[in-house]
């Protein structure tokens, strides 16, 4: 794995990053595939049932980037152990992120359940019937499945510590082939609606998180649970990891919390753009989806370069990845938008709503070649080395202060409407860039490593 450039050892090739990458592009690619077939095939069933299933999935997105962050902070430490040649302590690492990651995804779940009718009717408002009545159907099956979903997360993030990405590939492969199955089966073949699009995301996560948990011990990977199993928490490696996983958590839970205020102000929109916003959302995955691969991977290349105290390392990948990732969002837009008239006919929606979707497809599109790689890949740089609390700060300053009211006064007060909001969303990434580019020129994020 190690190579020699310029009597300098680097930690990955070339070859490595490819090996990295690629596999993580795959998954996320099905991961949103599964996204675009689930609404796809709900959108058979009507509008308020695609706009039901979309509202829920805000806030199971909140979750995940949640548990995402957990995720985040155990592979920084196992990946910083590793980087130290520590491989006892990045086991450890190991165990003690799947025992939280567990624990925490139980505890939520119950929460979700005892105050479900809280969280539909506080946070959505006031929403026509039939919507709400597919939402709160969604939420009931498919809040079963977040301790699994969440355990997952964590299993392909130590995975992706090791520089082996291949084995959350082929189990996100099996996982989207039981979901997209599923719901053809359900809802063409049973009409079960929004139940048809619940049930199978529910046993997908099921089998994915048990397939990774059996795979994590194996006792020949570099990172492996222990067998037995311990159960007893190590305050010092929870710590470490609940260093950077809970500033990362509130950031990303903070970031999807605005983002479901916004949506609040969308479904004043109405149902045209409730249904457009949705869609528009899913696109907007495909278009930034390599760059969200390569984001992962950068964690655990500089956590790696971080460990072995290497920051001039960690600044060479952080710029090789950058502009890969600039390269692939361009690629994967010209080909979306070249694409979008027939996208959108697969969804039936009304002319009102394809409208909507159109504009929101392409500014996003274009603004995510240009700006998104120093707005959200560039900080994984800094969180891989601990700096996670400015990252946490100044997402979360930008977010509410220039997303949230740049969203009403566009939108709302000007009368732009969805169109208004998205507009907004791209003030945000304009500022949350300028910050990090800053940081990063500095030195201040490389006095933070364990």
């Known amino acids: 794995m190690l190579q020699t450039k310029e009597s300098k050892k680097y930690f990955f090739s070339n070859g490595d990053l490819k090996?990295?990458?690629i596999p993580i592009i795959i998954e996320q690619f099905l991961a949103i595939l599964v996204g675009l077939s689930d609404s796809i095939m709900v959108a058979s069933v009507g509008e308020y049932a695609v706009s039901g299933v979309s509202l829920v999935d805000n806030i199971f997105i909140l979750l995940i980037y949640l548990f995402s962050a957990l995720a985040t902070g155990g592979a920084v430490v196992a990946g910083q152990y590793l980087g130290q040649d520590k491989r006892e302590k990045a086991c450890q690492a190991t165990n003690q992120l799947v025992l939280l990651t567990a624990f925490s995804a139980i505890v939520i779940t119950g929460g979700i359940y005892f105050?479900?009718?809280?969280?539909l009717q506080n946070v959505f408002g006031k929403i026509e019937s039939n919507v709400m009545e597919s939402a709160k159907t969604y939420l009931m099956i498919v809040s079963a499945s977040i301790p699994f979903i969440a355990i997952y997360n964590a299993g392909a993030a130590i995975f992706r510590s090791m520089g082996n990405s291949k084995v959350p590939m082929f189990l996100s492969l099996i996982m989207n082939a039981i979901n997209v199955g599923g719901n053809a089966i359900l809802?063409?073949?049973?009409g079960m609606g929004v139940k048809g699009a619940a049930i199978p995301t529910l046993v997908s996560r099921i089998f994915a998180a048990v397939g990774i948990i059996l795979l994590l011990r194996g006792q020949e990977h570099t990172l492996h649970l222990s067998r037995p199993f311990s159960f007893r928490p190590d305050k010092?490696?929870?710590k470490k990891i609940a260093f950077i996983g809970i500033p990362n958590g509130m950031e990303n839970s903070m970031f999807q919390l605005g983002k479901i205020l916004v949506l609040s102000m969308v479904t004043g929109f109405g149902t045209a753009a409730i249904a457009a916003n949705a869609v528009g959302n899913i696109i907007a995955m495909f278009q930034i989806m390599p760059g969200m691969a390569a984001s992962m991977a950068?964690?655990?290349v500089c956590s790696r370069c971080v460990g072995a105290g290497d920051y001039d390392m960690a600044r060479y990948y952080t710029r090789k990845i950058l502009k890969l990732i600039h390269v692939l969002i361009f690629i994967f837009n010209f080909i979306i938008?070249?694409?979008?008239?027939g996208i959108l006919a697969l969804y039936q929606l009304s002319p009102e709503a394809t409208r909507l979707a159109t504009e929101i497809s392409w500014?996003?599109?274009?603004c995510?070649?240009?700006i998104w790689p120093e707005a959200f890949s560039l900080p994984n740089t800094l969180r891989a080395a601990n700096d996670v609390r400015f990252c946490m700060v100044w997402s979360i300053f930008s977010m509410w202060f220039f997303r949230i009211v740049f969203s009403y006064i566009l939108g709302v007060y000007f009368e732009m409407g969805l169109f208004g909001v998205w507009v907004a969303m791209i003030i945000d990434w304009c500022v949350r860039a300028l910050f990090f580019i800053v940081r990063y020129h500095g030195t201040k994020w490389q006095l933070h490593r364990i």
């Open 368 to 370: 995510a070649i240009i």
């Open 187 to 190: 809802i063409f073949g049973f």
């Open 298 to 300: 950068l964690v655990t």
């Open 363 to 366: 500014l996003h599109g274009i």
């Open 337 to 341: 938008l070249l694409a979008l008239p």
């Open 19 to 21: 090996r990295l990458i």
């Open 115 to 119: 105050a479900r009718n809280l969280i």
């Open 236 to 238: 010092a490696i929870l």
